[in-house]
């Protein structure tokens, strides 16, 4: 069948069974719109700005495991669409890009809405293309799913010049695709395998360590079982919340920088670390020195050979599929009753236990004021902690990883490694479009929320009724605590002046808007929110301007050098 | 340290730029970079003469696996290989330097090729150190140019780097 170029890129998304694509038109697309226009199997999704298409296509991977789609025009489209690529790749995510180029022969001549959209984000991306012939048009988005999805995940632009789209050629989609430089490994060396369990059995204070790596191989069982069956203590990362579930006893919370007390200690003081799909980055273990102080042995389980032995030296490396390591972990463990010293793991235990007894995460509440941490705690009561959470960045972030237990994967999404300002609500349109009839609550800031507050339009378009819960400091909080504690009190530009009446905002949007000012009304507030099932509520808590986040590991200082609470200041 | 690493890439626009980019993304050195393509015109091998501890030179060839476009990376300093380096200089040859000169770049195994009435281009292969040696032992001031093309080089014996 000869099709155009611009049919052809809709027929590869029917291919791949593409239910939403997040968009803007332009006029390097006009023909890939139209073509969008004749059909009703992919469905357009019309955002406000194409920095909210790609973190909406983001979300979409990650609250589905797929990869998720971004249109977007050439240029200004493009250039907007770099936040929301450089977003998606810190933190591996599957997307797929396509973007609008001038004609091929414009290319070169600083055409208007032209950019180098391959040379800009090239740093930024798993992979990109530029398709000059249309007949590369089915073979590279093939390609392009096939790169976006497997090994360790990532976003990958296919930028295609309008004169392509318009050509003609023969359309057949590949059934599948080789790459000869391009051959993730995805079984675990045996060998590796064996000696890490070796390790693990001798260990006296074993310690799991889990990231992202986790929920991107869909392994949370296998975790699971896996930590079941040596009684080790699990950790997560930020991105690594609800891999493992935050209910159960094994478990001592998120790590690192705002981790928990427990957390930290035990990351610190264990024996044998077992980390998988994680990157011991600067956020989870601080100062790598310091890390090394203390002596331990290190397996570290993770599909990319690069993130081992980058910032800390392991002892057992395993390259492969975390779930894949997984299973053939469980199935050694399995056919054998060796099982590390039970008396070595009960003391550990009681160590650990006498760590919680510090409760890091308590607060003083109050019947005056609202306490962030109080509305994080509601939410997770009134939505029985079975909502899907987008969090914006900064100190209603680090609250809502601390007190709201995510027990499944996926369900908590948010900007970890580029951390992002603006993701929240387009984050919730991705995940609400891919969940219709999920609970899905924003958590976020007053500066952070009007960084992408424009999707409130979209989130009206397409009737996304997502619950807003705008922490409102009218500070920078994060920055101010940052200012507060090691810039001596000195508020430089961290205050947050002439904000708009956000209830009224959300109004003007068309949606409901509630101004929440006194502790009592919280619980309320968010119920009744819940029971519009069909609307947005925007619901704006005016909190406590000074709280804090802790406890807190300064950048640059050791794990255990922890500042536990405004007493320690 | 210096290493000499090799790769066999996809011939492809953009694929250098990919290579480049990653070196000065991750702030790694390159002290010389040369490319072309091999008998398989898909492929283009490329030399990078680097510099850095074993931590960095293990992660440079960790991340240059990880690129798509990149098939395979060696690190040719691990065992023995052969480098060599061409270099086209150009000098002021007039009077009695022309005399000296040439002498000079026959014990450098040199060839003189292309003369005028006041200047000569010398061609030399060698290892780095050899042709540095080279410019250390003729006048500097007779240098009009000098054209290096970096350092290409091969695994010695059974170390073959191919698909
Ligand atoms: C796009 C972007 N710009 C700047 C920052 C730096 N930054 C991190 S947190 C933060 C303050 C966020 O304030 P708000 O959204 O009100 O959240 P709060 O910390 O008060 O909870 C800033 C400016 C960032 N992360 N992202």
Known sequence: MVLTGAEIVIRCLQEEKIEHVFGYPGGAVLHIYDELFKQESVRHVLVRHEQAAVHAADAYARSTGRAGVALVTSGPGVTNAVTGIATAYMDSIPVVIISGQVPVPAIGQDAFQEVDTVGITRPCVKHNFLVKDVRDIAPTMKKAFYLAESGRPGPVLVDIPKDVTAARCEFRYPADISIRSYNPVVKGHQGQIRKALQLIFEAKRPMIYTGGGVTLADASEKLIRFAKSLGAPVTNTLMGLGGFPATDKLFVGMLGMHGTFEANMSMQYCDVLIAIGARFDDRVIGDPAHFGQVPRKIVHIDIDPSSISKRVKVDVPIVGDVGEVLDELNRMLDATAERPDAQAISDWWKQIDAWRTRDCLAYKNSDEIIKPQFVIQKLYEITKGEAFVTSDVGQHQMWAAQYYLFDKPRRWINSGGLGTMGVGIPYAMGVQLAHPGSPVAVVTGEASVQMCIQELSTCKQYRLPIKICNLNNRYLGMVRQWQQLFHGNRYSESYMDSLPDFAKLAEAYGHVGLRIDKPGDVEGALRESFKRKNELVFLDFQVDQTENVYPMVQGGKGLTEMILSSEDL | ?163
Do not use: W
């Open chain 2, 1 to 163: 340290m210096r290493h000499v690493i090799s790769l066999l890439l996809e011939n492809e626009a953009g694929a250098l730029s990919r290579v480049s980019g990653l070196f000065s993304a991750r702030a790694y050195n390159i002290e010389s970079l040369t490319v072309a393509p091999t008998e398989d015109p898909s492929l283009s091998r490329m030399t990078i003469v680097t510099s850095g501890s074993d931590d960095v030179i293990e992660q440079i060839t960790k991340q240059l696996n990880k690129l798509i476009e990149v098939v395979k990376v060696v690190d040719l300093s691990e065992a023995a290989h052969v480098e060599r380096e061409l270099m086209l200089i150009k000098v002021r040859a007039t009077g009695k330097d022309r005399e000296e000169l040439k002498r000079t770049a026959d014990i450098f195994r040199g060839r003189i090729i292309d003369v005028t009435e006041s200047s000569y281009v010398i061609e030399l292969t060698g290892d780095s150190r050899k042709l540095d040696a080279f410019i250390e032992a003729i006048d500097r001031s007779l240098i009009l140019e000098t054209v290096r093309t970096g350092v290409c080089g091969v695994g010695r014996g059974d170390r073959i780097l191919r698909l």
